[in-house]
Structure formats: C-alpha cells, structure tokens
C-alpha cells in the first residue's frame, strides 16, 4: 500500500509564498516521477511542474519563474515552492508520483495525493 501525504496549503496574500511538500510511504522499491498538478473551480486538472528521479524539471509556462519543484530522494519527498502568488494561482494542489513497487517487473504505477487548498485572495 503506497500513500502519498500533501501538507503546506493555505491561504496567502497576492504576491505572497508558500511552500507544499508531499511525502511517499509504504512499501515503495523506487519513485521515477514526481510532479504537483493543479484544479480551480470549473476548470481541469492541470500540470503545474514535474521532477524526474534524475532532478530534471518541466513548468507549466504560467507558473515558470514563480515556482520551483524540488525533492529529496532520500526522504521520497517533493516539494513546490511556490512565490509571488497570484489570485489565479487559486486551486486544490495534487501530488502526484510513478512509483515502483514490484520488484519482479519494475513497472511504475500512478499514485495520486488526496489534494491542499492553494487560495490567494486579499
């Protein structure tokens, strides 16, 4: 059984910062990719940033220069870090990691985190 633990959100003045981490337990060989994708109200899940188990990034190009994916291999941990905020940056954050589990096939599965509230309002 493999859980992956969202902290961090909140709410946040324009302009302002935060920073969400999201952890991997159970029993887990190895984590490929691992990334934060977003929903607002009314609108799809996005993708905001992805890592690779190689520390290769990729951004949503509305959030590049705002936001930083970060993670610690050691503790199965990514983080965003997230900086001058905006209003539309309002959404429930999902974690999201490939992970391996099966030792015999090395085939990843999709994991997803349960979500935390990102609001920007004054």
């Known amino acids: 059984q493999v859980q992956l633990m969202e902290s961090g959100g909140g709410l946040v003045q324009p302009g302002g910062s935060l920073t969400l981490s999201c952890a991997a337990s159970g029993s887990i060989f190895s984590i490929n990719r691992m990334g934060w994708y977003r929903q607002a109200p009314g609108k799809e899940r996005e993708l905001v940033a992805v890592?690779?188990?190689?520390?290769?990034?990729n951004y949503a190009d509305s959030v590049k220069g705002r936001f930083t994916i970060s993670r610690d291999n050691a503790k199965n941990t990514v983080y965003l870090h997230v900086n001058s905020l905006k209003p539309e940056d309002t959404a429930v954050y999902y974690c999201?990691?490939?992970?391996?589990?099966?030792?015999?096939?090395?085939?990843?599965?999709?994991?997803w985190g349960q979500g935390t509230q990102v609001t920007v309002s004054s």
């Open positions: 890592v690779t188990s190689g520390g290769g990034t």
């Open positions: 999201n990691a490939h992970i391996v589990v099966d030792t015999t096939t090395l085939r990843s599965y999709n994991y």
